[in-house]
Nanobody
Framework: QVQLVESGGGLVQAGGSLRLSCAAS????????MAWYRQAPGNQRELVAL???????NYADSVKGRFTISRDNAKNTVALQMNNLNPEDTGVYYC?????????????WGQGTQVTVSS
């Protein structure tokens, strides 16, 4: 079994910054992809940023230039540095990891952390 635990959400004013962290633990052989998703009230969950084991990254257009995703492969952690936040960034942020364990890859999710940006 694999667990993902997120931290770092909270309330911030527009223009401010937050850093989210996520740690994966359990029966992990390797992690190919780690990502952050978010879901605003009434909206579908959307991809914010992802990073693969080589370090290559991809971002949603709405966060390019403001958010930075990073990972520590040795510690099985991923972080999301969020700068110049605006109210449209409000939502529950979920960490996701594509993990190889027990002979197969599976996708795991964290419990989510709330980010609220006030105007």
């Amino acid at each position: 079994q694999v667990q993902l635990v997120e931290s770092g959400g909270g309330l911030v004013q527009a223009g401010g910054s937050l850093r989210l962290s996520c740690a994966a633990s359990g029966s992990i052989v390797t992690i190919s992809k780690m990502a952050w998703y978010r879901q605003a009230p009434g909206n579908q969950r959307e991809l914010v940023a992802l990073i693969i084991s080589s370090g290559s990254t991809n971002y949603a257009d709405s966060v390019k230039g403001r958010f930075t995703i990073s990972r520590d492969n040795a510690k099985n952690t991923v972080a999301l540095q969020m700068n110049n936040l605006n109210p449209e960034d409000t939502g529950v942020y979920y960490c996701s990891a594509r993990v190889y364990t027990s002979g197969a890859y599976s996708t795991y999710w964290g419990q989510g952390t709330q980010v609220t940006v006030s105007s």
